[in-house]
Structure formats: C-alpha cells, structure tokens
C-alpha cells in the first residue's frame, strides 16, 4: 500500500490518510489507544465519525477531479502498552456507505 497523503481537510471534516492498494483508493481512519481499556480502537469509529470520513472522501474525489475509482474505507487500530508500541492491526474495508459494498466506485 502507497500513501499518497495525510491529514486532508474539507471543512470540518478529516481523512487521516488517503493510499493506493493497487488500482484501489484507501481512505483510513488511524486510531490510537492504550491497552487500559480492552475496548479496540475500532470501536471509536462509530456510525457519525464514519459519516464525516465519507464526506470529507467525497470532497477529496471532488477536488481531484471526480475520478471514477474503486474505494474502499479502512481503519488502521495502534495500540500502546505504556508508551511502548504493541500492535498495529490493519482493517481493510472496515465500513462502507449506507447501500454500498465494503469496496466499490463511488467517484465519477
């Protein structure tokens, strides 16, 4: 996976990172946590902050032209021990629009 930027802004909303997967886009929302609370970073992306990616998404594809490309929305779950690194966990296609695959176009 290649990181093609970080921290993208549309209003108030943020992308952490955008990356290509092969001819996919990857908007990946990054999550930090310690090991405290045994709840998994995921589960802090919820319904509403998933909304405010996907818009802040479609404002990045608005803005590089509305290219017609796969998607998919990811999250990246960082867990520290204290304050040393013990996990990283990669969720591909972690959620998706409202009536859309887990990966599929939505520019164009």
């Known amino acids: ?3 093609l930027c970080r921290n ?3 209003r108030r909303d943020e992308i952490d990172l955008v990356c ?5 886009l990857c908007f ?3 999550k930090t946590r310690g090991r ?3 709840r998994r970073p995921a589960e802090a992306v919820n319904s509403a902050k998933q909304r ?3 818009r802040a998404s479609r404002g990045y594809l608005r803005a590089i032209g509305k290219p017609k490309v796969v998607c998919r929305y990811d999250i990246v779950e960082v867990v520290f021990e204290q304050g040393r690194l013990v996990e990283v966990h990669h ?3 972690a959620f998706a629009p409202k009536g859309h695959a ?3 176009t939505i520019g164009g």
Request: with cysteine.
């Open 52 to 54: 405010n990616i996907i």
């Open 36 to 38: 405290r609370g045994w």
């Open 28 to 30: 990946v929302e990054v």
């Open 8 to 10: 993208i802004r549309f």
């Open 1 to 3: 996976m290649e990181c």
């Open 20 to 24: 290509r997967d092969g001819t996919v």
């Open 102 to 104: 887990r990966i599929g």
């Open 91 to 93: 969720l591909p296609g």
